[in-house]
């Protein structure tokens, strides 16, 4: 499987065997086995998905610059084997970080990270004090990369009154029966267009600097040690890009504190947890507190509730476009996640809360 493939990259060994891995959704990705100096060496082979990712060589350029600056930063810091705790990639033959078939296939492939693990849901307050670590680290570690050598691979991006803006447009369109079934939802979606504006405003003016951020901080996005349930590193790098930090915390905080996820069965009892969203808050300001200026510090808890709601809003523009862009496995999923979301924003401020009493207890605090 994939041999021809496989014999474009620089590993070292005789091939074994491959098998299909993880449950990602997007791209094709194997996990590889080689046998080396009688031991079995492991990689991570993907094809990326071109209909998703239609510019790959400019994702692909953004994950090499972004990889290789934060292995760099690791063996400054007295790290070895900086492959062992994030992803790395493997070169290509001919020196390149992905190859292109005859067929137009994209690869790359990347070290396997062995003592690593993934969680759907924060697993207690512990592990989302290490989701807030990772994200916080990794912010760290791309502070000084300037954000102006990476491609925007996704333009407008958490830029909230574009959002608002599909909104409109797809609410003009949309068919009556979706619009009477979701009327509740647009109107509280209307009432909360205020919150729009609240940090591309400061982004625009300066007052928020842009960086490099990683724009997808999930919590299967964390890869946490089998051993000792430390954070080892942010994954999927495909979304990384220029932004601002309050993007990423925004939204790590909105999915590592509610811990009935996206799809719960019961809005009702959807609620953003206090003490998840304050132990995420904990961790990342443990690591980012060093490069965080005043503004980001002052607009933390309100990057929370702009993103819980964009991300609402654009589960119920999909839901009256006709479910064009998020997958769904049933009439109305879309409707039912934005009405989870909503839930969330209405009962926000015990988090808001606990939060900003971490952020006033943080070290250094301006």
């Known amino acids: 499987m994939h041999e021809d493939v496989l014999s474009r990259f620089a590993v070292p060994g005789k091939y074994l065997r491959s098998m299909p891995f993880g449950a990602g959704l997007i791209n094709e990705t194997s996990l590889c086995e080689f046998q080396d100096n009688g031991s079995i060496r492991k990689y991570i082979l ?152 609240l940090l591309t405003g400061p982004m625009r003016s300066g007052k928020v600097p842009v960086r490099v951020t990683h724009n997808d901080p999930k919590v299967n996005n964390v890869m946490v040690d089998t051993r000792t349930g430390e954070a080892l590193c942010m994954l999927d790098l495909d979304t990384v890009k220029p932004g601002i930090a309050l993007f990423d915390i925004g939204d790590c905080v909105r999915s590592a504190a509610n811990p009935q996820g996206e799809d719960a069965e019961r809005p009702g009892d959807v609620r953003l947890d206090p003490e998840l969203a304050a132990s995420v808050v904990r961790g990342y300001l443990g690591e980012a507190r060093g490069f965080l200026v005043k503004a980001e510090l002052d607009l933390l808890t309100v990057s929370v509730r702009v993103i819980t709601y964009e991300l609402g809003v654009r589960f119920l523009t999909d839901f009256l476009r006709g479910d064009v862009y998020f997958r769904i496995r049933y009439p109305g999923h879309n409707l039912h996640r934005a009405r989870v979301q909503f839930k969330l924003l209405r009962d926000i401020q015990p988090a808001e809360e606990r939060m900003e009493a971490e952020i006033a207890s943080a070290p250094g605090r301006y």
């Open 46 to 197: 993907q094809r990326i998905n071109t209909k998703v990712f239609s510019r790959p060589e400019s994702v692909m350029r953004n994950v090499e610059i972004v990889t290789l600056h934060i292995q760099e930063r690791l063996r400054a810091e007295g790290v070895t084997d900086p492959e062992s705790l994030t992803p790395a990639l493997v070169r290509t033959t001919d020196g390149g970080a992905h190859h292109l078939d005859a067929a137009g296939g994209f690869w790359r492939m990347f070290h396997f990270i062995e003592t690593g693990r993934v969680f759907d849901t924060a697993q207690g307050l512990g592990h989302a004090f290490e989701i807030g670590r990772a994200l916080g680290r990794f912010q760290a570690l791309v502070a000084d990369l300037p954000p102006e050598r990476l491609d925007d691979t996704l333009p407008g991006f958490h830029h909230t009154p574009i959002v608002l803006d599909q909104f409109d447009a797809a609410l003009r369109t949309a068919v009556r029966e979706r619009v009477r079934e979701a009327m509740n939802e647009i109107s509280y979606a209307q009432r909360r267009r205020s919150l729009a504006p």
